[in-house]
């Protein structure tokens, strides 16, 4: 599976952003799709992870309330939905893949996408 990331940008604090995450290839209902972000400096945290059929999701401590995972199954594609953004979410941000039931890590990475929240 190949991932695609977009939807970065900037934003004030308390405004929101919708990322997306694109797949291509075959059996994308077969992966559980993660986010995660990287700020500069600091090591890259999970942020969010939703699973093949989307009716599982788990959430970081540092995001929940405030953001939302979801996946499109039809458009190939998984969504974070972000609310109230503080200037502490900026990071980049990199959704990942891996065959659910397959073990904790994910294998397949996007490329980042930027998101910068302005005070």
């Known amino acids: 599976v190949q991932l695609q990331a977009s939807g970065g940008g900037l934003v004030q604090a308390g405004g929101s952003l919708r990322l997306s995450c694109a797949a291509s290839?075959?059996?994308?209902?077969?992966?559980?799709i993660g986010w995660f972000r990287q700020a500069p400096g600091k090591e890259r945290e999970f942020v969010a992870r939703?699973?093949?059929?989307?009716?599982?999701?788990y959430s970081a401590d540092s995001v929940k309330g405030r953001f939302t995972i979801s996946r499109d199954n039809a458009k190939n594609t998984v969504y974070l939905h972000m609310n109230s953004l503080k200037p502490e979410d900026t990071a980049v941000y990199y959704c990942?893949?891996?065959?659910?039931?397959?073990?904790?890590?994910?294998?397949?990475w996007g490329q980042g996408t930027l998101v910068t929240v302005s005070s």
């Open positions: 290839g075959r059996y994308f209902t077969s992966y559980t």
């Open positions: 990942a893949a891996r065959l659910e039931g397959v073990g904790n890590g994910f294998p397949y």
């Open positions: 939703i699973s093949r059929s989307g009716a599982d999701t």
